[in-house]
């Protein structure tokens, strides 16, 4: 099965710097790759998703890159707001799975003053 | 809409006891999943439904049971509790192969 593998554990950045959160899949036919941020004592919210069509996608201060030769996806967050401290998690999955997700084990980032 | 709804918020069952974790959707999604969330771990899929009379396992069933007699409806039976069920559970629902609705998550510890 998919095994995804997400780095750093944590990450502390101070408020404006950029930060950037890896991932790694195994399954070379995974083609949907979604990031999700959960907030303390929440559910997890999709922020951005990109699919196996695309390099890259930008949601305003938000960004994800996808090499599927490489089999890696990256989280980028520019200009960091206190409000973006929460825990980040990548996910996996492909077409015909029922959109089952294999989740990374998570990001605390955290954004200090 | 409520969007996903879980119930109860927190629950503290005995060794042996058995709980059904409740979780409705208001969306009119096909697709239903339920994830369990350990400490500094992701998520892991406990079962899943792709419509009403279906279920299937996820990568760790054992100790649960599913049913989905109604497109609402998806509720995780816990069967003889055991401290291993520890952990915080999740509830999603979505439409096709698309974003997951997260539930805000029920807190189990079994003591």
């Known amino acids: 099965g998919e095994n995804v593998e997400q780095h750093p554990s944590t990450l502390s950045v101070q408020e404006g710097d950029s930060a950037v959160i890896k991932c790694t899949y195994s399954d070379s036919a995974s083609n949907y790759f979604p990031w999700y941020k959960q907030e303390l004592g929440k559910g997890p919210q999709l922020i951005i998703d990109i699919r196996s069509n695309v390099g890259e996608k930008k949601d305003q201060r938000i960004a994800v890159t996808l090499n599927k030769t490489a089999k890696h996806f990256s989280l980028h967050i520019t200009e960091t707001q206190p409000e973006d401290s929460a825990v980040y998690f990548c996910?996996?999955?492909?077409?015909?799975?029922?959109?089952?997700?294999?989740f990374g084990t998570g990001t605390r980032l955290q954004v200090t003053l | 809409n409520a969007g996903v709804t879980q119930t109860p918020k927190f629950r503290i069952l005995k060794i042996g006891q058995s709980m059904t974790l409740q979780c409705a959707q208001d969306?009119?999604?096909?697709?239903m999943y339920w994830y369990r969330q350990d400490p500094g771990m992701g998520l892991k899929l406990i079962y899943y439904?792709?419509?009403?009379?279906?279920?299937d396992k996820g990568e760790v069933p054992n100790g649960y049971n599913v049913s989905r007699s109604t497109t609402e409806d998806f509720p995780l039976r816990l069967e003889l509790a055991a401290p291993s069920q520890t952990s915080v559970y999740f509830c999603?629902?979505?439409?096709?192969?698309?974003?997951?609705?997260f539930g805000p998550g029920t807190r189990l510890t079994v003591l």
């Open positions: 996910a996996a999955s492909r077409t015909g799975t029922a959109s089952k997700l294999t």
């Open positions: 999603a629902s979505s439409y096709s192969a698309n974003e997951q609705f």
């Open positions: 969306m009119n999604h096909n697709y």
């Open positions: 439904s792709v419509g009403a009379g279906i279920t």
